[in-house]
């Protein structure tokens, strides 16, 4: 758990993050959203302390970091950035055994870690392993990125618009990844971004800043149905507020008994998926497949149902 509580940063006179006090439970993503310059990344550097704040404190599992060494620190808590910050000297192997080598893991345990990851990552290591980071794609790199951040299997995940360089399809893939990858090691996980899209889909919670300040923290469906502030809504998009709630949802959880014309959806898919479906193919209801079979179906009526605040 990192509870962060009434943490300030100031630079001379100017605030630039100013009595934030949030709880992230553990195992959890949180996803810090805001327009540029609003405080976002400079309250992530706090966590480790990369930045010290002016006042205030952040404890991790009950421990003031202030009584941990900023190094320990930083070796503890896993680091990713956008444009990923590898070494550009070093091969793709090197880069993910960084940390580990600093916590003096001998050679075969960090030569097992590194092709644990380069696998996970799906980059297979015999090709990979040597690599420099230049012989890389974009989005390869920003694999080898994350898979340094969670080398030393730290319980915590700093990450910084991780996704900012990527095209919209390996963005997708990412995401996808990031949270399988989640779920399985259970890692907390706060990350940085100015997009309200990727903050709804990734996060168990979000937190709102503006000017330094932090305006709300809740689930995605709260802030989308009861945004804080006219700046929270805006930020939402009033228009897209319906698709964003319905993104929210899987059509397992409502499919009805019957049966409907024409190629089902899996249950796995989203409501805005299902919804995309229907005005697309001119339906008033969709067969709901679970592993081929048709199982039910989801109809118009229920989508529109569930595209309003509860
Ligand atoms: N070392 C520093 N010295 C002085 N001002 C700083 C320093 N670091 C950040 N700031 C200022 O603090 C404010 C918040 O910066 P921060 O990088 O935390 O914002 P951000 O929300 O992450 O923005 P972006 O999305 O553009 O990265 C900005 O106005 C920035 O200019």
Sequence with gaps: MIEIDAITKSYDQTVVVDHVTLTIEPSS???????????????????????????????????????????????????AIQGHGLFPHRSVGQNIATVPKLLGW???????????????????PAQFRDRLPRELSGGQQQRVGVARALAAKPNIL???????ALDPVIRSKAQEDLLTIQRQFETTIVLVTHDMEEAIHL?????VM??????????????????????????????????KLLSLARVGKFVEPGSAEGDPIDISATLRDAYAELLWSGRAALPVSEKGQVIGKITLDQLSSHARPQ
């Design 29 to 79: 993503v949180c996803a810090v959203v805001g327009t540029s310059g609003s405080g976002k990344t400079t309250l992530l550097r706090m966590i480790n302390r990369l930045v010290e704040p002016t006042s205030g404190a952040i404890r991790i599992d009950g421990e003031d970091t202030r009584n941990t060494h900023a190094y320990e620190l930083r070796r503890k808590i896993g680091y």
């Design 106 to 124: 001998d050679k075969d345990k960090t030569r097992a870690r590194v092709t644990e990851l380069l696998e996970l990552f799906q980059l297979d």
């Design 158 to 164: 700093l990450m910084d618009e991780p996704f900012g």
């Design 203 to 207: 996060g168990d919670k979000i937190a």
């Design 210 to 243: 503006d000017e330094g300040k932090l305006l709300q923290f809740a689930s995605p469906q709260q802030i989308i149905s009861k945004p804080a502030t006219p700046f929270v809504a805006e930020l939402i998009g009033t228009g897209e507020r319906p698709f």
